[in-house]
């Protein structure tokens, strides 16, 4: 835990089946994660294995 100032802040890790964390790819110095991802790593979810649905645009409305 950890006090920030303006309350206690709780952070942990998941680790997956061979006992270490799994960090997006760094390229350039920056980690690259969709909104979904990072929601995903957050909630310690497997953030691999989500991604935005792509819903195509009506042409028409019946």
Not at 17 to 27: H, L, N, V
Not at 32 to 46: I, K, P, S, Y
């Amino acid at each position: 835990m950890l006090w920030d100032g303006t309350g206690l802040v709780l952070v942990y890790k998941r680790l997956g089946r061979d006992g270490r964390f799994e960090w997006p790819q760094i390229s350039d110095g920056v980690m690259h994660l969709t909104r979904v991802q990072f929601e995903a790593l957050f909630e310690g979810l497997n953030w691999k294995r989500v991604g935005e649905r792509i819903v195509a645009t009506p042409a028409a409305a019946n």
